[in-house]
C-alpha cells in the first residue's frame, strides 16, 4: 500500500512558534530528546554534542571529545547518559549531569553512522561505513557481536522494544534482522529502491525505514512483509521518527512532514529548513518536536497531541 500526498494542517500548541537555535558552527546531524523530554541533545559535524533545555532552549552543556564530525547520538533510557558516533570511528558516551566523558568505545575502522540503545540501556548497537555493525556492553566497553553481511556502507541500527532483535540498513538498500545473542542473521528485508538511511522500532515492534528513495517503509517484522509506504517527498529522507500515532520525515527536500500513522495520511509539516533537513525527533508523550539540519539551525516545536 503507497499513501500519496495529501495536505492538511499540523495543529500546533497554543503557542506554534518554535524556538531557534543556533548555537552549532556547521551541520547538525542527528536529535535525540532525554527520555523525560526536559532536554535535547544535537550532534554536528563541528564535532560537539550539545544538550539543551527544551522549556527555554538554553544551552545545558557543550560535550566535546570526537575527532572528526559528531553523527549520531542516543540517551539511554535512563536519561542519565548520552552517547555519539563519530566519524572518528568511535563512540563517546557523557554523563549528563556533569556533562563529563565517562567512556570512549573504539568501535569501528571508519564512521560509526548508526548508534541505538537496547530496551534496557545494557547494550549500545553500533552501524558502521565499514560495512558492519556490532553490539557492545555500554557500561564496559566490551564487544558482544559483530554483523557481518552488509555489502556497503551501514546507516542505521536499532533494538526492537523486547531487545531481542536489531535491525541494522545502510547503503546496499537491505534491511537485516539480526539475533544479538549470537550474531545470526534472521531475516532480510527487501524493497526500498536507494540506501537506508535511518530505523526505528515503533512500541509495537514496527519498523520504519527512512531512504534516498524519498519514502518511509513500515515492516511487519514477524512475517518479514513491508505493511505500509509513505510518499510524498522531493528529495530522500533522512530520518523517521514515531510517536502518539503520529511519524515525522526529514528530507533533503528541506521539509519536515507530519503523517498519521493510522490513516497513513499527510496531515501536516514544520517550517522548511534552508537546506537539507536532516534530522527530526519527538518526545515520548509526542508533545514536543526537534528539527535540524544543513543550515545548522536546531528549532523545537510545541504541539498538541
Known sequence: MTYGLILAPLLLAADPEPIHLEAHTADVFSLAFSPDGKLLASASKDRTV????TDDGEIKAVLKGHTADALRVAFSPDGKHVACGGADGTVRVWDVSTGAEVSKIKA???????????????RLATASADKTAAVWDAETGEQ????????????AVAFSPDGKTVASAGKDASIRLWDPANGNLVKTLA????????????????????????????????????SAK??????????????GGKVFTASADKSVRIWDRKAGKEVGSLLPHKSEAYAVAVTADGKRAATAGKDRVVRIYPLQK
Open 144 to 155: 558482544l557481536a559483530t554483523f557481518r553481511g552488509h555489502t556497503a556502507e551501514v546507516w
Open 108 to 122: 569501528h575502522s571508519n564512521w560509526v553512522a548508526g548508534l541505538a540503545y537496547s530496551p534496557d540501556g545494557k
Open 230 to 243: 509513505l510518499a510524498g517527498h522531493a528529495g530522500g529522507v533522512f530520518t523517521v521518527a514515531e510517536a
Open 50 to 53: 550539545r544538550l539543551w533545555n
Open 191 to 226: 524493497g526500498h529502491g536507494g540506501e537506508v538511511y535511518t530505523l526505528a522500532f515503533d512500541k509495537d515492534g514496527a519498523l520504519l525505514s527512512a531512504s534516498a528513495d524519498k519514502t518511509v517503509r513500515i515492516w511487519d517484522v514477524t512475517k518479514g512483509e513491508e
